[in-house]
C-alpha cells in the first residue's frame, strides 16, 4: 500500500510539475498569434476609418457638385435671347456695327496651368446680393480662376451695363461667389438644333448661322487622383433662336 501511494504521488507529482507553467516555445507561439490578430485587427480598423474618410469627401463632393448644377440648369434654363425679328434690338445684318448684348458665348480660357470652358450668356436668373435688390435680365459667366493654388469654377452675375466685352472683373479677389473649388476639369459642349456637338459657340457669328445652342451639356470634375469625382448634366434650353437662313 504504501509503495502504491508513493508511485500515486510521483505520477500527481508529475502532472503539477509539467502543467505548472509554460515553455519559452510556447510563450513565443502565443506571442506569434496574438500579433497576427492585433495585425490584422488593426488593418481592418485602418481599412474601415480610410473608407469612411473616403466616403465623407465622397459625400462633400456630390453635394457641392449637385449645388452646382442645380444653379447652373437654373440659369440656363431662364437663358434670354433676343429674337432675330426684335430689330433693331438684334440684326444679323448689322453684328459688326452693334454687337448683341446677350449674345451665348462659349469658349476656353486659361487659368494658371490649365485650360478649362467659359461661358457667357444673359438670364432672367439673376442673384441679387446686399443692398442690391434690383431685377432684370443679369449677364451671366461661368469661368474658372486659379487662387493660391486651387481651380475655383465662379459665377458672374450682373445687371445692365454689363462689363466690356463680357469678361469676368479681373484679380483674384473679386467677389464672384463661388460655385466649385477643387476643379480637375470643367467642359462644356453646345448642341445645335440637328442635335451636333461643338466645342465652342457664338451666336453673334455667321459660323453658327446667328442661332444659339438648343441643349448645354457641363461635365464637372472635382477633387484629385483617386477620389476625383465626376458628374454633369445636360440642359435643354426652352428657347432658342434658329439658324438664319442665306
Known amino acids: 500500500m504504501r509503495s502504491r501511494n508513493k508511485s500515486g504521488d510521483r505520477h500527481r507529482s508529475g502532472i503539477f510539475r509539467k502543467t505548472g507553467g509554460f515553455t519559452l516555445l510556447e ?21 474601415i476609418f480610410g473608407n469612411v474618410e473616403t466616403m465623407e469627401n465622397r459625400a462633400s463632393q456630390y453635394d457641392m457638385a449637385k449645388t452646382c448644377l442645380d444653379r447652373m440648369s437654373e440659369d440656363l434654363a431662364s437663358l434670354y435671347i433676343t429674337s432675330s ?66 481651380y475655383l469654377l465662379k459665377r458672374s452675375d450682373r445687371l445692365y451695363p454689363y462689363p466690356a466685352a463680357g469678361e469676368p472683373p479681373p484679380g483674384k479677389n473679386n467677389t ?27 451666336s453673334d457669328s455667321d459660323e453658327f448661322s446667328h442661332a444659339t445652342p438648343k441643349a448645354i451639356g457641363i461635365k464637372l470634375a472635382i477633387g484629385g ?17 434658329e439658324k438664319k437662313e442665306p
Request: contains cysteine; aromatic residues 14%.
Open 85 to 150: 425679328d426684335m430689330y433693331p434690338l438684334y440684326s444679323s445684318e448689322k453684328t459688326e456695327e452693334k454687337p448683341d448684348i446677350h449674345v451665348v458665348s462659349g469658349d476656353n480660357a486659361t487659368s494658371g496651368e490649365r485650360t478649362f470652358s467659359r461661358l457667357r450668356f444673359s438670364s432672367f436668373a439673376h442673384l441679387p446680393f446686399e443692398e442690391n435688390i434690383h431685377k432684370g435680365v443679369a449677364q451671366i459667366i461661368y469661368y474658372v480662376q486659379q487662387v493660391e493654388g486651387r
Open 27 to 47: 510563450i513565443l507561439l502565443a506571442v506569434f498569434i496574438f500579433g497576427i490578430v492585433m495585425a490584422t485587427l488593426f488593418g481592418s480598423f485602418s481599412a
Open 176 to 202: 464672384d461667389p463661388v460655385l466649385c473649388m477643387d476643379m480637375e476639369s470643367f467642359s462644356i459642349v453646345y448642341f445645335d438644333q440637328e442635335g451636333k456637338e461643338h466645342e465652342t459657340w457664338n
Open 225 to 241: 487622383e483617386p477620389s476625383t469625382f465626376h458628374t454633369g448634366t445636360t440642359v435643354l434650353i426652352p428657347a432658342y433662336r
